[in-house]
Structures are given as structure tokens and as C-alpha cells.
């Protein structure tokens, strides 16, 4: 299982500290959500904010864009230090182009699904891609509460990409159910406010240990 904090949850204005903590409690991943303000009701960050903790941390960092036509702006995520980009396959018409220029810059492509998308809708990418993110909250804020109703999606695809496949999910991740969202297939967990709300150490330590 690979842990990927979400930073929207950290408190910005001691971002280098914070992003430290997650990395010496064990955290390998590091998730940055970007909003526009369009695709999703929320405008967050850009590229210039992670690149300044870019030369502080050795966390990969998980890019996930939740803005409409991601490809006018791929080449500033990649060149702000990402080291896997995923895009919303419905916020674009053109996601093997997508796909294509993140491999260009050298970087990972993940393609990420909204609650009420089927998987079908990205089944023909699976191969194109190195990830598939499954949204267990509707994108935009976090805090949410987890959407049940994501998890047989979450097994499908298990079932379909295979045991090595990376099956990430976000959203309303804790400690008390990231066992279930495991079992169900996830693994790569995103969680934003179960690790920045509290003690961060403490928290990313129990969400790695409830995760055994
Ligand atoms: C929601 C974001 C999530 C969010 C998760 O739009 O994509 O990554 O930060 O936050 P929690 O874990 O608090 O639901
Ligand atoms: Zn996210």
C-alpha cells in the first residue's frame, strides 16, 4: 500500500515543515490537488507552489489536475517537479494527447475517474497509463465523507488491470475505513484531512498501521 497525503489539507503557511513531517513518519507519496476553479467549484494551487518544496522533499510527487482542458498546462506541471501527472478524463477531449505529452516530459500518467463516471469511460486507456484514480468523493474540497457506492467500481477494476495495477482512490480516506477501501482493491490511498488535521506524525503512523 502506498500512502500519498493530500496537501490541500496542510497549513500553507508552514508547507516545508509540514511536507517534512509527512516524509519522516514514513509517508512515500506526496498527493497535490489542483483546482481551477471551473472543473471544480474550488481553486487551490498551481505549479509555482509545489516547485518551491520540490528541492526540500525526496516524496514523489502525485499531481492530480482537477482542471478542464489539462493539456494547455501540462508542461508546467511537469517542469514544477511532478513525477506522476493524472488528468480528469472528464475534463478533456483529447486524453490520448494528454497521456502522450506527460510521457514526453518523462513523467507517470494516471487518469482519474469522478464518482458517477462508469469505469468503462477509461477502460480503453488502461494499458496508456500507469494509474487509475478512482474519486470516492466528489472532487473540489476536502473533509468529505467517503461515497460508498465507489467500491464495487474500485473491485471491477481490480478485477480487470490486475494484482500489480496502481489503483489509487481519494477521498474521505481515515483510519477506521481505509482497511475496507484495501480490501476492495485500492492501492494507493490518498488522505488529506485524516493526516493534517491532527498531529501529523501520529496520523500518518495510524493510517500506515491500520493498513496492515
Ligand atoms: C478532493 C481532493 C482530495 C482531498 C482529499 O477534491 O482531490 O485529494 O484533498 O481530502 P480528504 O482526505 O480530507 O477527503
Ligand atoms: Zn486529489
Not at 30 to 44: E, K, R
Not at 49 to 57: Q, T
Not at 171 to 200: P, Q, R, T
Request: glycine share 8%; proline share 3%.
Amino acid at each position: 500500500m502506498i500512502l500519498s497525503p493530500s496537501m490541500l489539507s496542510a497549513d500553507f503557511a508552514v508547507l516545508k515543515e509540514q511536507i517534512n513531517e509527512v516524509e519522516n513518519a514514513g509517508a512515500k507519496w506526496l498527493h497535490i490537488d489542483v483546482m481551477d476553479g471551473i472543473f471544480v467549484p474550488n481553486l487551490s494551487f498551481g505549479a509555482c507552489v509545489y516547485k518551491c518544496i520540490r528541492n526540500h522533499s525526496n516524496l514523489f510527487f502525485d499531481v492530480h489536475l482537477m482542471i478542464t482542458e489539462p493539456e494547455r498546462y501540462i508542461k508546467d506541471f511537469a517542469e514544477g517537479g511532478a513525477d506522476l501527472i493524472t488528468f480528469h478524463i472528464e475534463a478533456t477531449q483529447k486524453p490520448q494527447e494528454c497521456i502522450d505529452l506527460i510521457h514526453s516530459f518523462g513523467k507517470k500518467a494516471g487518469i482519474a475517474i469522478n464518482p458517477e463516471t462508469p469505469i468503462d469511460k477509461v477502460l480503453d486507456y488502461r494499458d496508456k497509463v500507469d494509474m487509475i484514480l478512482v474519486m470516492s468523493v466528489h472532487p473540489g474540497y476536502g473533509g468529505q465523507k467517503y461515497i460508498e457506492e465507489v467500491n464495487e467500481k474500485i473491485s471491477a477494476l481490480r478485477k480487470i488491470c490486475g494484482d500489480d495495477y496502481l489503483i489509487e482512490v481519494d477521498g474521505g480516506i481515515k483510519a477506521n475505513n481505509i482497511k475496507s477501501v484495501l480490501e476492495c482493491g485500492a492501492n494507493v490511498i490518498v488522505a488529506g484531512s485524516a493526516v493534517f488535521n491532527d498531529d501529523i506524525t501520529a496520523s500518518v503512523h495510524e493510517l500506515l498501521k491500520s493498513a496492515e
